[in-house]
C-alpha cells in the first residue's frame, strides 16, 4: 500500500502517511503479511523502516538520488519502479545508486513508459523485461495497473509479462474500488483478483 503518495496533482489524494503505516503495521501482525510502501521523503526513511518490509521508491522519485541512497544505507529490500520518462540505462543506473551505497537488495518494477499513445494509462515496454533480466542480476516485476490503467487489460498484460520472462506482476485491488480515494478505474474488487490469480496459475 501507498501510505505516502507523490501525485501529479497537488489536489489528488496524498496518501495517510505514518498514520497509513500504523494501520498497515496492525494489519501485518494480525495477518502475516508483509508491507511493501512507498518512501518519498529521505528523512522519512529511518522512522518508515520500523513499519515496512521493503522500501518503494516510485516512478516520480526515480531520480531522486538522494532518496536512492538513503535506500541504500538500509538493510531492507529496496521495490524500484521505472520513471515515466526513463531509458533502461537511466532506470539502472538509478538501481546502481542504491546498490553503491552497499544495499544490493534490489527488484526492478517496469510500470510503462509515457508515450502519444493515449488508449492505456502508459505504454507497458514489455521488451524491458528480458532486457534488464540480461544487463543485471536483479528480479523484475511488472507493474500491469500503472502502466494500462485498465481494468480490462491486467489479465493480459499479467499474462503477457509472465510469458517474458517477469519474477512478478504487481496489480491494485481494492473492496471496492467505485470508493477508492484514487485510481479507481484500474483497480480490481476482491471477485475479480481470485479469478485473476486463478487464471494466471492456470496459465
Same mark, same amino acid.
Given at each position: ?37 512507498? !518512501? ?6 529511518? $522512522?518508515? #523502516? =520500523?513499519?515496512?518490509?521493503?522500501? %518503494? @521508491? ?29 531509458? !533502461? ?6 538501481? $546502481?545508486? #542504491? =546498490?553503491?551505497?552497499?544495499?544490493? %537488495? @534490489? ?97
Amino acid at each position: 500500500m501507498g501510505a505516502f503518495k507523490p501525485r501529479t496533482s497537488p489536489y489528488d489524494f496524498q496518501g495517510l502517511g505514518f498514520e497509513g503505516l500504523e494501520i498497515l503495521k496492525k494489519v501485518s501482525e494480525e495477518y502475516g503479511l508483509a508491507i511493501v510502501s512507498e !518512501i518519498v521523503n529521505p528523512a522519512h526513511i529511518e $522512522e518508515a #523502516i =520500523n513499519y515496512i518490509d521493503v522500501i %518503494q @521508491i516510485g516512478a516520480r522519485n526515480m531520480q531522486n538520488f538522494e532518496l536512492l541512497k538513503a535506500a541504500g544505507e538500509t538493510n531492507k529490500p529496496v521495490l524500484l519502479k521505472r520513471g515515466m520518462s526513463a531509458t !533502461i540505462s537511466d532506470f539502472i543506473n538509478a538501481a $546502481e545508486y #542504491i =546498490n553503491s551505497k552497499g544495499n544490493g %537488495q @534490489i527488484i526492478l518494477c517496469e510500470r510503462g513508459i509515457r508515450t502519444y499513445e493515449t488508449a492505456t494509462r502508459n505504454t507497458l515496454d514489455i521488451t524491458a523485461v528480458p532486457i534488464l533480466k540480461q544487463e543485471t542480476h536483479l528480479p523484475v516485476m511488472v507493474d500491469v495497473t500503472h502502466s494500462t490503467g485498465r481494468r480490462d487489460l491486467l489479465l493480459p498484460a499479467a499474462r503477457a509479462a509472465l510469458a517474458i520472462g517477469a519474477d512478478g506482476v504487481m496489480a491494485e485491488v481494492h473492496p471496492d474500488p467505485a470508493v477508492a480515494l484514487s485510481d479507481a478505474a484500474q483497480q480490481m474488487d476482491i471477485p475479480t483478483f481470485h479469478n485473476f490469480m486463478k487464471e494466471l496459475l492456470n496459465k
